[in-house]
């Protein structure tokens, strides 16, 4: 009788304990590849605390030595998400992470992606997004519920995508976000690190550094508003 090997399931720490950190969890049990070790916190108060049934095991800047202790934390996920509508302040705290640890990819079950796509490391997934054949998915991105990327298309690194996002353009530059309910138009570029706001609707290029606004989008340079925390 032929014999069958059980996978065994990799432990993982998930860095942060606010929204972002908390939705994944869900995820990363129905995904059922990675155990949850536990959370890493920024936050002396919630040491100890219990979050969703998970324990709260250490400040980021003891990450180093809890893993030598714990050899058998493999993975992280990183938790943290856009702030005052930037993810520039991510870039930092991934180039650090993965030096201690592999980035997860977190996918939703419920999603569905091509097999003719690519997807990079870090790369977080909620239910029901549809990605395409070809596109080109850049590492450390987030991709929210509801979300469809057409075909074709390539996303830079750190790029948030929002929920109910429908996307027929071209390409989109690392660190860009773009928030709930925006349509790209076909064949649009978006450049990086800009901020595409709810419900807008790009009908043509854009350049980086540019907050996008309305339907046809207007744009204002990203350096008027203050919206570059962690640049």
């Known amino acids: 009788m032929a014999s069958s090997k059980r996978e065994i399931k990799k432990n993982l720490v998930i ?3 606010g929204e972002h950190a908390r939705c994944a969890v869900e995820v990363i049990e129905a995904q059922a590849l990675y155990n949850i070790f536990g959370f890493v ?6 040491l100890g605390k219990i979050c969703y049934g998970y324990p709260v095991l250490c400040l980021d800047d003891q990450l180093t030595d809890m893993c030598k202790e ?3 934390i493999g993975h992280y996920f990183l938790g943290i998400g856009v702030a005052s509508g930037s993810m520039l302040g991510r870039v930092s705290i991934y180039q650090r992470l993965d030096k201690i640890l592999s980035p997860a990819n977190v996918i939703a079950p419920e999603s569905v ?9 870090g790369i977080f997934i909620e239910p029901y997004v549809r ?19 057409n075909h074709d298309q390539t996303i830079g690194d750190n790029v ?13 530059g690392s660190h860009t976000t773009i928030a709930d309910g925006a349509t790209i138009g076909f ?22 550094n540019v907050v996008a606004y309305g339907n046809p989008a207007k744009t204002l340079p990203r350096d008027r508003l203050d919206l570059s925390a962690g640049k």
């Open 131 to 149: 990605i395409s054949n070809g596109v080109k998915l850049g590492n450390h991105c987030i991709v929210q519920s509801f979300t469809a990327i």
């Open 70 to 72: 714990n050899r058998d």
């Open 160 to 172: 948030l995508i929002g929920c109910n996002v429908a996307m027929a353009g071209e390409s989109v």
């Open 41 to 46: 916190t920024n936050s002396e108060s919630e």
């Open 187 to 208: 064949k649009k570029s978006i450049g990086s690190n800009c901020l595409i706001t709810d419900g807008t609707v790009v009908t043509k290029d854009l350049p980086n």
């Open 113 to 121: 992606i091509s097999r003719y796509s690519t997807i990079g490391e």
């Open 15 to 17: 860095i942060g304990c």
